[in-house]
């Protein structure tokens, strides 16, 4: 199966079809988890920093975060302090909140850096745990 690529504004998500068996694959072959929770964190924070959330106080610019996921990199906005990200994010036409999608677009602008990283990186595991 070819590795396809998807990028969907309605959900955030970039999927690259593969990317799981891959890392299973590293896995099994003797990879340390840690560095692909590492890679993948390193993976958001790109997307963390590209993100420029509407501001008024400025509470949920730093709520914007990367998770720590062994096999997808994961941005998550809101909490307690700002429950209103998804909404801010979404909209809610019904309120007539239009949607500022801030971290589809840090995504789809950070592209090429991600595929990049991505690509590095797992190059770095391989080389580490002599798998190249």
Known sequence: MADAIN????????RIEGLGQSMRALSK?????????????????IVVRASTP??????LAGTVRAGRGKTKAVVRAGGARAPYA?????????HNIEAQPFITQALQSEQ??????????????????DLK
């Open 29 to 45: 072959a003797g990879a340390d988890s840690e560095d692909m929770k590492d890679l993948m964190h390193a993976i958001g924070m």
């Open 86 to 94: 998804g909404v801010i994010h979404y909209g809610w036409p019904q």
């Open 112 to 129: 090429n850096s991600i595929f990049n990283a991505l690509n590095d990186g797992i190059g770095d595991i391989l080389k580490k745990n």
């Open 7 to 14: 990028i969907g504004s309605g959900d955030s998500r970039v």
């Open 54 to 59: 509407p501001s008024i106080t400025g509470t």
